[in-house]
Every structure is written in C-alpha cells, then in structure tokens.
C-alpha cells in the first residue's frame, strides 16, 4: 500500500513549532548519530533498513499509536519502503521524508527578523538541516543577500514575491563547510558580489573588494552594510553592521559559541587574531547590536519565533568564548576544542574560489553532515 509523504517544509514547520512527532530513521548507525533532524519535541529511533529486509514485526510494538511516525533515510527510497510495509501492517500515521535527508540539507526556511529604520526589511532564512543562516536586506525596490548558500532560486523566488531586485551579494569570508552561492547568484540577477580580498587571493573570477570601512547603499533609504575587519576564522572574516542595528558576523561569533580557525589550517597562527576581534574590535561596538551570525550550531539557538538571534551584549555576558581572561587558556580552548573538520570542506574551498566546478549532484554529497565551523 502506498505511504504519505511528508515534505521538508512541513516537517520544518514542526521542528520551529515544537510539535510532537516520532522518527524512524532507517540509515546506518553511524549516519544518525552523526547527524539527524533535531528537535526536543521529537522522540527518536534508529533500525538500519537492512535490519528490516524481513519485515517490521520487531519494532512495531516501538512506534507510536498517538503520533506522527516520519520514516527517515539518506534519499527517500528505503524509507518508502519501510512506510509501505508499517501501513501493510496498520499502521495508519506514518509518512516518508519525500528527498529523504538530502532534501533536508538543502530547505532553507525565509522568517523576517523585523523591519529597518527606513522602512526596509530584514530576512533570515534558516537553513534548518544544516545550520546555515542567510540573509536578505530588502529597502525601497532593491535588495542585498548576505552569505547566500547554493540553493539561489529560494532568494531569487523570494525577491520577485516581494517585488525588489537583488543588487549586491555578500559574502562575510570564504566559506568552508557549505558551497556558497554568491557568484550564481550574481550570474542569475546581474548584482555585485563582494568578498573580502584576503580571502579571495586564489580565486578565479572577478568580485568587488569588501574592505575595511565600505559602505554599501541599498535601495534609495539609509541602509548602510558597513564592513569591519574581523579576522579569525579565516584571514578575511569581515563583518557586516546593517541599519545601525544588526552585527551580521559571518562565522567569527555565534550564539552559543565562537568561530574556528583552523579550517586553512591556521589555527595556532590565528587564534590571536580571533582573539583580538571578539575581545577588541566587538567590544568597541554598541552592546544593543544584534548579533546575526551566518551559523548556528544547536536547535536551543533558535528563538521563539525560529530566528537565530542575540544582542552583542548578551553574548558578551552569557557565551562562553567571550569571557575567557586569560591568553593561555583562550589559545588552549581554540586549537584543542576542535571538533571533526567538515566533509570535504577542502574540495568545498576549491569550488568556492572556482578552481573546480562539481555536477550538482556531486555537490550535494560534498555538503552531506552537519556544519562545523565552531570551537566546541
């Protein structure tokens, strides 16, 4: 019998809105535990589809009665299976994950953080799966995009739903744990792309330099992207402060945690430079700017409302990474705190400054797992 399918938009909807639902995720051990959809409000069960080969009778005393069972796997197949043979046997309240755990990686879910002083806009869109933020500054027919993932067709839907047109694209650094989607985009809509130049060295093709002290206009209001120099994470890490309101940091500082800055191999020799951003250049900006990172690392960091968002002042008091007094145990913290490097973060380098191209399809498997851009 054929199973309902369950969308990545729907189920993203749960995850923000904290409702209950069940999942069956039928990869290998090692895959889950790696990386699965996350949730308080979920219960979770891992049975590896070849363990069920020969029917579902041993788990089914496991599952849910009163709740949604959402069958997870890699991509959508062995969890329709699965699904068909839970409904042969009755069970009336189970869908697949349509796409499977590659569609979950690429959802990017658009929630308006507020609106500017000059009657513009703010957009987030979360990137839920994976980790990734993204932004959208909307004023007066024209629009900017901040650290834009591959997935351009969300941004330039999203644009021609609001009726403004995308004019300049931003990179905060040269990203490593997913493929950025700048340079499309500016292909697809004519806009400038910046990158900060010291990250750019290596590149293949033309961008407008994003220094220290640029303002950049969007639309006819006073919406200024200023950028500030913020090395650490990588040699380029620039920073963006919008409407004199948000601190856009790429992935220098997130809430929860700060940047690593190894993924160049680096570390010992930027961690001062990490240092020196986080406890000096940030403590000379207004504690009441809201910090807008480019990561977020676990499900707690989302607010309310499913933004990921926090006061520079809050964090200076509540993150951990910004309140260590001493050198020694700042350095020890950053080069021995490391978690696993990204997959494939190398060859995820290499596209991003255009020296390889991959088949999408190659690209998708390059982004597989969780974001790892954050000292633990």
Known sequence: MAIKEMTVKEVAKKVLNKENMFILDVRTEDAFQDWKIESDSFDYMNVPYFDLLDGVEEIMDDLPKDKDVLVVCAKGGSSQMVGEMLVDEGFTNVYSLEGGMKAWSEHLEPIKVNDLKDGGELYQFVRIGKGCLSYMVVSNGEAAVIDATRMTDVYVNFAKELGVEIKHIFDTHLHADHISGGRTLAEQTGGTYWLPPKDATEVTFDYAKLEDGEHVKIGSTQIDINAIYSPGHTIGSTSFVVDNQYLMTGDILFIDSIGRPDLAGKAEDWVMDLRETLYTRYQELSDEL?????????????????????KLGVLFEKNHGLNIDDQDEFRKMVTENLPPQPNAYQEIRETNMGKINPEDEKQREMEIGPNRCAVR
Not at 291 to 304: R, S
């Open 290 to 310: 809201i910090v807008l990172p480019a990561h977020f690392m676990i499900m707690d960091e989302l607010n309310e409302d499913g933004t990921v968002a926090e």
